[in-house]
């Protein structure tokens, strides 16, 4: 991938994003584009950026590329809509011990951890991000640094606190304890006027329904989305009932399926309507389903990606608490629960549900710089999904979860230019995506041929 100009850097961006970059003209020219839409691919693409949008797209021969356009070669790449990591957790960056971790690094989430969970998700190709469940004065805190250009991002749509009926002393911070429907409009009312664009739910089954009920239909009052647990039969016979929008993971059990009056709860649900009928689905599945080879081979956890914006002691603890994969008590029952996995995925895509790619990364050993691929890389080459799907549940269906489709999830005209491109065959071997080539999120390249531009981050982002 070569650039026939080069592109000027200001100092400048060393605080964030100038508008003389930002509004740079841009091809993106000879690579084929998987556009995100149901379209067939377009080989010899050519895509025109202006002032950070789509602006045109066609192919070498039928679309021209204006005079004053820096020309970006993708010849040889599969072009994309960038990534969307669907369930983060941006204050978490896979330390194994949760109360160790929230009592000695709650005073550097928002100058430290989150930055650089932010900053190695954009690298890894991700251009949007569903962050749910961190303290929402740290939330606040970092979405406004993000608007400000001090941070390069992915599209950020955040949470704030979990919502649930009970909490332990330690975790206060980031889950609240909800008992009433005056308290459920109170708290909700609270994160949207924080502005927080989802609520998460967890153990919404122990919750009166009256509650649960109540946090859903504020939410929605407010136009945001409601995320739940789906650990539980009941937590999901209760959120398809009162109108939950996406339900997160496949439970922690053992159990060999889903009860079939779940399933059928679902299938109700997603037969009553077209757009506004559907239920969306984060089954997070990647992590359980190689925990196994984790424990026999984790090398992966030596590539210093994800050391990317941590200090040293900050590394040498994470480094510490995952020395043993094995011991976790995290993870003890992981290894029983895989073999109902297949089976689950199996049985939620009959039901209608649309899957969305999402990690829960952070949480014990899984690093925002290597996880997303990995989950897709997974739904391909044992969950069955073709890559075609996989690709637009990580990219396409995202955007309308969120209601942002009109802005985000396909390379198409009027869209905002967050574009990623990977060297080969990604429909043939998905997992090339461990490797993105290039970045762009609102018409800035901070990725090219592999090597991150450094001057577009903060010094303390940067890996010289």
Same mark, same amino acid.
């Given at each position: 991938? %070569?650039?026939?100009? %080069?592109?000027?850097?200001?100092?400048?961006?060393?605080?964030?994003?100038?508008?003389?970059?930002y509004?740079?003209?841009?091809?993106?020219?000879?690579?084929?584009?998987?556009?995100?839409?149901?379209?067939?691919?377009?080989?010899?693409s050519?895509?025109?950026?202006?002032?950070?949008?789509?602006?045109?797209?066609?192919?070498?021969? *039928?679309?021209?590329?204006? !005079?004053?356009? =820096?020309?970006?070669?993708?010849?040889?790449?599969?072009? /994309?809509?960038?990534?969307?990591?669907?369930h983060? @957790?941006?204050? +978490?960056?896979?330390?194994?011990?949760?109360?160790?971790?929230?009592?000695?690094?709650?005073?550097?989430?928002?100058?430290?951890?989150?930055?650089?969970?932010?900053?190695?998700?954009?690298?890894?190709?991700?251009?949007?991000?569903?962050? &749910?469940?961190?303290?929402?004065?740290? *939330?606040?805190?970092?979405?406004?640094?993000?608007?400000?250009?001090?941070?390069?991002?992915? !599209?950020?749509?955040?949470?704030?606190?979990?919502?649930?009926?009970?909490?332990?002393?330690?975790?206060?911070?980031?889950?609240?304890?909800?008992?009433?429907?005056?308290?459920?409009?109170?708290?909700?009312?609270?994160?949207?006027?924080?502005?927080?664009?989802?609520?998460?739910?967890?153990?919404?089954?122990?919750?009166?329904?009256?509650?649960?009920?109540?946090? $859903?239909?504020?939410?929605?009052? =407010?136009?945001?989305?409601?995320?739940?647990?789906?650990?539980?039969?009941?937590?999901?016979r209760?959120?398809?009932?009162?109108?939950?929008?996406?339900?997160?993971?496949?439970? +922690?059990? *053992?159990?060999?399926?889903?009860?079939?009056?779940?399933?059928?709860?679902?299938?109700?649900?997603?037969?009553?309507?077209?757009?506004?009928?559907?239920?969306?689905?984060?089954?997070?599945?990647?992590?359980?389903?190689?925990?196994?080879?984790?424990?026999? !081979? @984790?090398? @992966?956890?030596?590539?210093?990606?994800?050391?990317?914006? /941590?200090?040293?002691?900050?590394?040498a603890?994470?480094?510490?608490?995952?020395?043993?994969?094995?011991?976790?008590?995290?993870?003890?029952?992981?290894?029983?629960? #895989?073999?109902?996995?297949k089976? %689950?995925?199996?049985?939620? %895509?009959?039901?209608?549900?649309?899957?969305?790619?999402?990690?829960? $990364?952070?949480?014990?050993?899984?690093?925002?710089c290597?996880?997303?691929?990995?989950?897709?890389?997974?739904?391909?080459?044992?969950?069955?999904?073709?890559?075609?799907?996989?690709?637009?549940?990580?990219?396409y269906?995202?955007?309308?979860?969120?209601?942002?489709?009109?802005?985000?999830?396909?390379?198409?005209?009027?869209? $905002?230019?967050?574009?990623?491109?990977?060297?080969?065959?990604? &429909? #043939?071997?998905?997992?090339? +995506?461990?490797?993105?080539?290039?970045?762009?999120?609102?018409?800035v390249?901070?990725?090219?041929?592999?090597?991150?531009?450094?001057?577009?981050?903060?010094?303390s982002?940067?890996?010289?």
């Amino acid at each position: 991938m %070569k650039t026939i100009t %080069k592109l000027f850097v200001s100092s400048a961006l060393a605080l964030g994003v100038s508008q003389a970059v930002y509004a740079e003209s841009i091809a993106l020219v000879g690579g084929r584009l998987i556009d995100g839409t149901a379209e067939q691919p377009i080989a010899d693409s050519v895509i025109l950026i202006k002032d950070g949008v789509i602006e045109k797209v066609g192919s070498v021969g *039928t679309l021209e590329v204006p !005079n004053g356009y =820096r020309v970006i070669s993708t010849e040889g790449h599969d072009v /994309l809509p960038g990534l969307w990591e669907n369930h983060a @957790h941006i204050q +978490l960056t896979g330390h194994a011990d949760y109360p160790h971790w929230q009592a000695e690094y709650a005073d550097r989430f928002v100058d430290e951890v989150m930055p650089a969970a932010l900053v190695q998700l954009l690298l890894s190709g991700v251009t949007s991000v569903r962050d &749910l469940g961190a303290p929402l004065d740290d *939330t606040v805190k970092i979405k406004e640094a993000v608007a400000a250009g001090e941070i390069p991002s992915p !599209n950020l749509y955040t949470s704030g606190p979990f919502l649930q009926w009970e909490t332990d002393e330690w975790q206060s911070h980031y889950r609240w304890p909800i008992k009433t429907p005056a308290q459920a409009i109170e708290k909700v009312n609270q994160l949207a006027d924080a502005g927080m664009e989802i609520v998460k739910l967890i153990d919404q089954d122990d919750m009166p329904r009256e509650v649960m009920e109540t946090i $859903v239909q504020q939410a929605h009052k =407010r136009g945001m989305k409601v995320v739940a647990h789906a650990h539980k039969p009941d937590e999901i016979r209760l959120g398809v009932e009162v109108g939950v929008d996406n339900f997160e993971h496949t439970g +922690l059990t *053992t159990a060999p399926g889903y009860p079939d009056d779940v399933l059928n709860a679902l299938k109700e649900r997603t037969a009553t309507g077209i757009f506004d009928g559907l239920v969306f689905w984060t089954p997070t599945v990647e992590g359980l389903y190689n925990y196994e080879t984790t424990v026999q !081979n @984790h090398e @992966h956890f030596d590539n210093s990606c994800w050391h990317r914006g /941590l200090k040293e002691d900050t590394i040498a603890d994470i480094k510490q608490s995952i020395e043993k994969p094995g011991h976790l008590s995290y993870s003890q029952l992981v290894p029983l629960r #895989k073999p109902t996995l297949k089976n %689950k995925i199996a049985q939620l %895509k009959e039901t209608g549900v649309v899957m969305l790619v999402g990690t829960d $990364v952070g949480i014990p050993m899984k690093f925002h710089c290597q996880t997303t691929w990995r989950e897709m890389a997974t739904w391909v080459y044992e969950m069955d999904f073709s890559p075609m799907e996989t690709i637009r549940a990580a990219t396409y269906w995202p955007a309308v979860m969120m209601g942002v489709q009109d802005q985000y999830g396909s390379v198409t005209p009027g869209k $905002v230019a967050d574009i990623i491109a990977v060297n080969g065959d990604v &429909l #043939k071997y998905i997992n090339l +995506l461990q490797d993105v080539d290039f970045v762009m999120r609102k018409g800035v390249v901070y990725k090219q041929d592999g090597q991150v531009n450094e001057e577009l981050l903060p010094e303390s982002l940067r890996m010289e």
